[in-house]
Antibody, heavy 120, light 110 residues
Framework: QMQLLQSGAEVKRPGASVNISCQASGYTFTGHYIDWVRQAPGQGLEWMGIIHPISGAATYAPKFQGRVSIIRDTSTSTVYMQLSSLRSEDSAVYFCARDRGSGSFAMDVWGQGTTVIVSS | QSALTQPASVSGSPGQSITISCTGT?????????VSWYQHHPGKVPKLMIFEDTKRPSGVSNRFSGSKSGNTASLTISGLQAEDEALYYCCSYGGSRIWVFGGGTKVNVL
């Protein structure tokens, strides 16, 4: 069964960094891009970035450029998303999602979400 | 890249059909046949309902259909059911490996 398992909730101080993991199972990790999407309280879904599982090349939404980094570890089928210089507006649920492949560019398998709270 | 424009809410009675619009630009929706739609129940994980503008993943009810005209994509739900009450988001590829979501539409089943 295809699954993305994310790390647990985090509480961070403003200015700190958060690192969230997303471990894939049940499918060939190297066959599908992984996206990161977040949802702040009362807000909609927001695309943050994407990583190619083989090359490790990542692309980021302009809004997060310079603050976000997405890397992967093919030996453990895990993708990591780090967001730095956290502010209160970064409090949100963060999801990783698998691109279904075949040029579809649609997210068909989602992680369970990781809640990040940024508070002093 | 600006967010795609969706109505805040759409309502319908059980059995009726409703349509949610998603307006982008000639740089995203209007250029690429890569609009996807997601259903999101609060506290749950988003679910892919439509990909590549009009295609349904296996397991998704045929009551859900997608279409597109120019810079506007649409999701139609026919035979509206109580379980369809949720938030719906469109998403489009915007070129250069960038994606953009719409603001979301709350579907209310009266």
């Amino acid at each position: 069964q295809m699954q993305l398992l994310q790390s647990g909730a985090e509480v961070k101080r403003p200015g700190a960094s958060v690192n969230i993991s997303c471990q894939a199972s049940g499918y060939t990790f190297t066959g599908h891009y992984i996206d990161w999407v977040r949802q702040a309280p009362g807000q909609g879904l927001e695309w943050m970035g994407i990583i190619h599982p083989i090359s490790g090349a990542a692309t980021y939404a302009p809004k997060f450029q310079g603050r976000v980094s997405i890397i992967r570890d093919t030996s453990t089928s895990t993708v990591y998303m780090q967001l730095s210089s956290l502010r209160s507006e970064d409090s949100a649920v963060y999801f990783c999602a698998r691109d279904r492949g075949s040029g579809s560019f649609a997210m068909d398998v989602w992680g369970q979400g990781t809640t990040v709270i940024v508070s002093s | 890249q600006s967010a795609l424009t969706q109505p805040a809410s759409v309502s319908g009675s059980p059995g009726q059909s409703i349509t949610i619009s998603c307006t982008g630009t000639s740089s995203d929706v209007g250029t690429y046949n890569l609009v996807s739609w997601y259903q999101h129940h609060p506290g749950k994980v988003p679910k892919l309902m439509i990909f590549e503008d009009t295609k349904r993943p296996s397991g998704v009810s045929n009551r859900f259909s997608g279409s597109k005209s120019g810079n506007t994509a649409s999701l139609t739900i026919s035979g509206l059911q109580a379980e369809d009450e949720a938030l719906y988001y469109c998403c489009s590829y915007g070129g250069s490996r960038i994606w953009v979501f719409g603001g979301g539409t709350k579907v209310n089943v009266l």
